[in-house]
């Protein structure tokens, strides 16, 4: 589902990010992705999800050479994957549904598929009855719950997360691991990157470090 | 409702709400749109005004032909022979120096005494000629006039017509001037607009950047911000031709009478119901580009 080749990003400072970076993920797999800070944990998402583009290397997802990919098929891509920020990224001015159904409003779903799949996925991560609350009116811990609605709406193929689990309690960040799991059950690939060790201890799924913008081991 | 019309309500609705939250810049736009729209709409009726009391003025326009006091009868004959051979000329009365001093009494009741007292002034006779409609303002016509202009007897020749056209000459540099100032106040307006809806877009950068990264089309993005755009033209469209309608009530109630008696037609009109369509959905549309180009696609976005 995922592949690198010896891939690199150097910032403009010159600044490598990520050296000869080569790694697999599997379709269907749960994989956590952990390493210190300035691991380039962050960076492989970003370039996961076409924010950035690889200085050299190859990425290839689900057939897809993301370097190469034009504007509409950047915006096609984005489409067939969800993504959990750090900050969650919730639009402030928008609803708690609005949040979740703009991803379906992306793709050009009708209004009726649109609310019951929204509706759904508030479901699943207990936020129904929150759909009219605006993000600021709810907690750290609901936000990121609404976040997590929002990558799943769509069906993903394949979810990535960047510290999805950061703002919450011990328990919650179970919990938000429970969907995750319930997801990659349904078979969708899902891409964690964290450092919390004990999390990924307790959920128990494949791990690849990384330190300094190198594979240092994989579980 | 289809696809697309769900998409233009959920655009509208969301320009109506950027357009609330920012009042005090949408105004800003709002107040310029209003200003070129009203400049517009004076110029466009006052244009047709004029246009509507030249037209009046040249249905009505004569030449005249005033005899000197020692015309010889075989110089009047003359003069009557070369007007009444002229095809230009529907009908010649001739007004003799009675008449015309009673028609000058008449028009200036109260100078009456000047006309008839002692050492009062020498009116002149004159002929009358009425023109044929489709020879008035012709060059058949001047040269008419200039040929008795030198005929012996002929003091002077008057054609309205002339001084008509210097009125039009400047009534139509006057409307020039008023639309090149329409013009400039449609940029403004456009400038206004544009810069407001980019505040807006800057103010809503981190929507914008969710979007994209859901793969949200460029479309889907931007329409929001053309929508506002069009809002802010279209209301401030509305809001002038309220104002136009107003103020047109008002003068028409106040000078309208004196108006038409000092001209000789009434001239006040509103706009057509076509042309204030066309002012609605023009600004609309200028708003509605200017939305397009504040939130034009950067090139190296990826």
Redesign the interface.
Known sequence: MIETRHLTKVYARGVPALRDLSLSVEKGEFVFLTGPSGAGKSTLLRLLICQERPTSGELVVAGRPLATLSPREVQDYRRTVGFVFQDFKLIPSRTVYENVAVVLRATGVGETVERRRAMQVLQGVGLQHRHAAFPLELSGGEQQRVAVARALVNDPVLVFADEPTGNLDPDLAIEMMNLFREMNARGTTVLIATHDRELIRRVGRRVITLDHGRVLGQD | MG?TG?RAR?WLAEAA?ALV?GWRTSMLAIATIVAAVFVLGVALMGSAAVDRVLAHWGRTAELSVFLSRDVSAAQRAAVEQALRGASAVADVTFVDEREARGRFVRTFPDLAALAEGPGAPHLPASFDARLRPDARGGAAVEELATRLAGMGGVSDVRYDRGAIDRIASTAGLVRRLALALAVLLSLAAALAVLSVVRLSYVA?L??V???T??????A?IRGPFVAEGWLQGTVGAAIALLGLGGAFTWVRARYGAALAAALGVDVLAFLPPRAWIALLVGAGLLGAIAGGAAVQRRRS??
């Open positions: 696809a769900r959920s709400r939250r809503r981190e929507e950047e969710i979007l990264l859901v793969g949200a089309p460029h889907a976005a990826p």
